[in-house]
């Protein structure tokens, strides 16, 4: 890590930081972090599944969700980008923490092709008229169109950034009443640095200035 003359410990010239420095600062203090559970299919049709913590709204009219996944240590891109690059639809799921073993079980890294689904132990179900399946059991499903992918470089843990535009909704109404999402039976997570996750369940309000 490089300091100004100064010597202040707490200035860093990213351009002397190696990223997974960087990648570390950032998912540590970028946080909690909600959490995209993307379902794709290649272009014969195998699905993926993948859930990524760059993930937030980008657009509501029209409405376009936004995630990052980065490519690997040695430069390589994901499974996702691949799919979306090729079909051209995905599927972003909000799971909550009832389905939180089977994310986690879909980070693994499975050889292309092979069926997240499948190995999590997930049902698919359909959503409207896209090819890609959505998880049966996940309270809400996005189901989307590739608007854009946005490339920022090719070196390692460099970003892809995914704009989404959503079509199709799936809500169960045990969650969403038309008007409400209720937290405390979507009971959401979001994620931390390392192994850390955590729940939306320590809440507090603040009424926005007029």
């Known amino acids: 890590m490089s300091a100004t003359p100064n010597a202040d410990p707490a ?10 420095i960087v990648y570390r600062l950032m998912s540590g203090s970028i946080a909690p972090r ?14 993926n ?11 509501v009219d029209p409405p376009v969700l936004a995630f990052a996944p980065l490519l690997d240590g040695q430069a390589r891109s994901k499974d996702t980008i691949n799919n979306l690059r090729a079909v051209g639809e995905c599927v972003v799921h909000i799971g909550g923490e ?7 079980a879909t980070s693994a890294t499975l050889a292309p092709g092979e069926d997240e689904f499948a190995h999590a132990g997930l049902e698919k179900a359909t959503l409207g008229k896209l090819r890609v399946p959505r998880i049966a059991a996940a309270p809400i499903a996005f ?8 490339d920022f ?3 390692p843990r460099a970003g ?12 169960d109404p045990a969650v969403w009443d038309g008007r409400h999402v209720d937290l ?20 507090f309000a603040l009424e926005r200035p007029a």
Do not use: K, M
């Open 11 to 20: 200035f860093h010239d990213v351009a002397e930081l190696d990223s997974a």
């Open 184 to 203: 405390a039976t979507l009971r959401p997570v979001g994620r931390l640095a390392g192994a850390d996750y955590c729940r939306a369940s320590d809440l």
């Open 160 to 171: 892809r950034l995914v704009l989404a535009e959503v079509v199709v909704i799936h809500a």
């Open 49 to 59: 599944l993948a859930p990524f913590s760059f993930f937030n709204v980008a657009s």
């Open 98 to 104: 009832a389905l939180i073993e089977a994310l986690n």
């Open 143 to 150: 189901g989307c169109r590739l608007h854009q992918i946005i």
């Open 153 to 155: 470089g090719d070196r």
């Open 34 to 47: 909600p959490i995209a559970w993307v379902s794709t299919v290649d272009a014969e049709g195998n699905a």
